[in-house]
């Protein structure tokens, strides 16, 4: 089951494509909702503080 999102902006379908992106020097893909029109990228705020994190604790075990 998917969930579409729609841009307030376009009132358009986002488009899921996979982005990459780096923070504290590790980079790591994930797949993020894009407006195909303004280009507007919608993160959720849960899924970025829960790859941070991730992140976070795989640089502490080292
Ligand atoms: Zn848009």
């Known amino acids: 089951m998917e969930e579409k999102l ?7 379908e986002l488009e899921e494509l996979e982005a ?6 590790k980079s790591f893909r994930h ?8 280009g507007q990228i ?3 705020e ?3 503080t829960g790859r941070m994190s991730e992140v ?5 075990d080292k």
């Not at 729609?6 to 358009?12: A, E, F, G, L, R």
């Not at 976070?56 to 502490?60: I, L």
């Open 46 to 48: 849960e899924l970025v």
């Open 20 to 25: 990459q992106f780096s923070y504290l020097g």
């Open 56 to 60: 976070e604790s795989m640089m502490e």
């Open 31 to 38: 797949k993020v909702s894009r407006c195909p029109m303004c």
């Open 42 to 44: 919608c993160l959720s």
């Open 6 to 12: 729609i841009c307030d902006k376009c009132k358009v």
